[in-house]
Every structure is written in C-alpha cells, then in structure tokens.
Nanobody, 125 residues
Framework: QVQLVESGGGSVQAGGSLRLSCAAF????????MAWFRQAPGKEREGVAS????????YYADSVKGRFTISQDNLKKTLYLQMNSLKPEDTAMYYC??????????????????WGQGTQVTVSS
C-alpha cells in the first residue's frame, strides 16, 4: 500500500511559478511510474507529466512542455513538479499518482492505481 500526499499549491498571477511536491509513504520500493495529473472544473482529469522512477525518463503533455519539469528525490521519496510561466488555463486541482507495473511511463490515467488527494493551483490573469 502506498499513500501519496501533495503540497505546494496556491494562487499566482500569470507568468509566475509554483513547485508542487508529492510525498510517498508506505511500501514504495516497487514504485515504477509516478505522474502528475490535473482536473479543472467541468473537465476530465488529464495527464501532465510522468517519470520512470528507475531511469528518470520523463514524458510531458504538449500543453506543458518547456514550462513544467517533473523530478524525483528517491532518498526523500518525493516527487516534484516545477511549474514556470503559468497560464490561467493551468488552473486546476493537481494530483500525484503512482503504479508498480514495469511499463513505459506515460500519463495514461488507467495505468495508475495510487492517487493523492490533490492540491489546488489557481492562476489569475
């Protein structure tokens, strides 16, 4: 069992930056892929970025490429999402997710079976 706890959300103006954190607790040794998803009101949950915890390979949605960076600190068992040049359309609840299956790590929602409670990001124009 793995528990994921996000933090770091908040309100910023367009062009600003935020760094989200996701602390992992429990039996994390077999975690294979971790990812960030987001869900805006009235919209489907969408993948933002993912990382292979074994080789640090990353994947980004086109909408955030060049602006967001996903990274991990294995010693701290923490996942990060550095978000720069934020836009109002980035406003959403951001969720951390993980799974144990040895697959290519992309942001396919159905791949992930462990989820955090989310942290709100609001970007004003």
């Amino acid at each position: 069992q793995v528990q994921l706890v996000e933090s770091g959300g908040g309100s910023v103006q367009a062009g600003g930056s935020l760094r989200l954190s996701c602390a992992a607790f429990g039996y994390t040794v077999n975690t294979y892929c971790m990812a960030w998803f987001r869900q805006a009101p009235g919209k489907e949950r969408e993948g933002v970025a993912s990382i292979d915890t074994h080789n640090d390979n990353t994947y980004y949605a086109d909408s955030v490429k060049g602006r967001f960076t996903i990274s991990q600190d294995n010693l701290k068992k923490t996942l990060y999402l550095q978000m720069n040049s934020l836009k109002p359309e980035d406003t959403a609840m951001y969720y951390c997710a993980a799974h144990f299956r040895p697959t290519v790590c992309v942001t396919k929602r159905s791949d992930y079976n462990y989820w955090g409670q989310g942290t709100q990001v609001t970007v004003s124009s």
